[in-house]
């Protein structure tokens, strides 16, 4: 079957880093994504990994690692905003998007 | 534009209205979607259009009825819905449904509350 986990949810300190890890098991893989989505708001788009290695944006980095099924999101310097549900999702061999159930970040002052 | 803007942004209907919710698109997305997520749980794919063809139907119950009138426009049509049906309704639009890099932009939502 498909599947993937993350950690259902994080604490972590204004100013620190964090990193949330995912765990995927698809018919085939297309790519891995990272959404954010803040509390009743819709997801927003924030990195896409489809070759082994790290992706830097700003404070946000996404890394993957194909032969072992796993990628992180890297969260540096970490404001109260941050503080949101992130989304890791794998795109399978038909290109359709396999959701984990989502990472809660809470960020404490 | 860079946005997909959905109308309402709440419903409350009974269990024997009939209603509609809404999504436009100008980004020149082919690609349109419906999902409905619970809380605390993800996004979940109910209909696919790609180039105003309904590409993929995930099983959903036939009180949901999805349309796509234009390539911009994406209609979901709701009728004798349950309780259970009550959710956040996210439309989605993306370049096409047919490569690895397809990335959602995402609607508001409509937050659905049936009586």
């Known amino acids: 079957g498909q599947n993937i986990d993350q950690p259902t949810e994080m604490t972590a300190t204004e100013g620190a880093i964090v990193q949330i890890n995912c765990t995927y098991q698809?018919?085939?893989?297309?790519?891995l994504f990272w959404y954010q989505q803040h509390a009743g708001e819709a997801p927003t788009f924030l990195s896409y990994?489809?070759l082994d290695g790290l992706e830097e944006k700003g404070r946000f980095s996404s890394f993957l690692s194909r032969s072992k099924g796993y990628s992180y999101l890297l969260l540096k310097e970490l404001q109260m905003k941050d503080s949101a549900s992130y989304l890791c999702?794998?795109?399978?061999?038909?290109?359709?998007?396999?959701w984990g159930a989502g990472t809660k970040l809470i960020i404490k002052p | 534009d860079t946005e997909v803007t959905q109308t309402p942004k709440h419903l409350v209907m009974g269990m024997t209205n009939k209603k509609s919710l809404k999504c436009e698109q100008h980004m020149g997305h082919r690609a349109m979607y419906w999902y409905k997520q619970k809380a605390k749980k993800p996004p979940e794919l109910m209909f696919v259009y790609s180039y105003e063809k309904l590409s993929i139907n995930e099983s959903v119950p036939s009180r949901f009825s999805p349309e796509c009138p234009n390539s911009s426009l994406l209609n979901l049509h709701l009728h004798a819905l349950q309780p259970e049906d009550s959710a956040l309704y996210l439309c989605a639009s993306s370049q096409d449904s047919g490569s690895g890099a397809n990335v959602l932009t995402f609607g508001a939502g409509s937050r659905l509350t049936v009586l």
């Open positions: 698809t018919s085939g893989f297309n790519g």
């Open positions: 999702a794998a795109t399978d061999s038909n290109y359709q998007l396999i």
């Open positions: 990994n489809v």
